[in-house]
C-alpha cells in the first residue's frame, strides 16, 4: 500500500513596522500642566466671582442692616400675600394696601437712607409733570446697602410682571387688575429711581468739569 504523507511548511515571519504613526493628541507633560494651571485659574476666577456676589448681599457688611431688612419685608409681603390669599374680595385691599405702602417708604425714606436718592412730581403751571430729584452725595453709600434696595425695586417689578402674565394666560380675569396694579406701582418707582441716578450722575459729571476749569485757571494764574 503507498502512504501519501502531507507536508505543511508554515512560514511565520514577524510583521515590519516601516512607518512611525504619530498620535493624534500630544499629551505631553507640558500640555496637561498647560490645562491644569487654565482649569486651576478658571476656577479661581469662578470662586472669586461667586464670593464678590455672595459679599454684595452680606447683611452684616451693610452699613444700615435695618433699612436692607425692611426694604426686603416690604418688597416680599405684597407678594406673599398675593400667593397665600385665595379670596378676592379681600385679596384686592390688603394687598393694595401693603404695595402702596411699600412703594411710599421705598420712594420717600428708604431711598434716601441707603442710596442717597429721592424723587417726586410735580404739576407745572401748563398742568404737565415734572419730575423732581433730590440727590446726596453716593461716595459713602455702603456697596450692599445699593444692592439690597436696587435688589428689591428690580425682582419686585419683575415679580409683578410674571403674575401678570400667569393670571393673563390663565384667565382669571378677577385677579388680573391686582397684579396689574402692583406692577405699575413697582414700574413708577423703578423709572423714577433710574432716572434720580441718571440725574445724579449729570450733576456728578458737571461738577467734576468745573473742577477741571477751575484747576485750570489756578494752573494758568500760576503760569502767569
Request: proline share 3%; hydrophobic share 40%; with cysteine.
Amino acid at each position: 500500500m503507498e502512504s501519501n504523507s502531507l507536508d505543511f511548511k508554515i512560514n511565520i515571519q514577524p510583521k515590519v513596522i516601516t512607518e512611525h504613526v504619530e498620535p493624534d493628541v500630544d499629551l505631553t507633560v507640558d500640555k496637561y500642566d498647560t490645562v491644569y494651571q487654565n482649569t486651576q485659574q478658571e476656577e479661581e476666577v469662578e470662586n472669586a466671582n461667586k464670593d464678590l456676589l455672595i459679599q454684595e448681599y452680606d447683611i452684616t457688611e451693610a452699613a444700615h442692616p435695618y433699612y436692607c431688612v425692611a426694604a426686603l419685608a416690604l418688597t416680599s409681603i405684597p407678594g406673599l400675600t398675593f400667593i397665600l390669599l385665595q379670596d378676592v374680595i379681600h385679596a384686592y385691599p390688603l394687598v393694595i394696601l401693603l404695595q402702596l405702602t411699600q412703594f411710599l417708604l421705598l420712594k420717600n425714606y428708604l431711598g434716601q437712607k441707603l442710596i442717597g436718592l429721592r424723587w417726586w412730581i410735580e404739576m407745572d403751571l401748563k398742568g404737565e409733570q415734572k419730575w423732581m430729584f433730590q440727590t446726596q452725595s453716593q461716595e459713602q453709600s455702603n456697596r450692599v446697602d445699593k444692592y439690597f434696595f436696587w435688589s428689591c425695586l428690580v425682582y419686585g417689578t419683575l415679580f409683578w410682571g410674571l403674575m401678570c402674565l400667569g393670571d393673563f394666560f390663565g384667565l382669571k380675569i378677577l385677579w388680573l387688575p391686582l397684579p396689574i396694579i402692583c406692577c405699575v406701582l413697582s414700574l413708577i418707582n423703578l423709572q423714577g429711581f433710574y432716572k434720580c441716578r441718571g440725574e445724579h450722575k449729570k450733576k456728578l459729571q458737571q461738577l467734576k468739569r468745573e473742577m477741571a476749569k477751575g484747576g485750570m485757571n489756578i494752573v494758568g494764574m500760576i503760569m502767569k
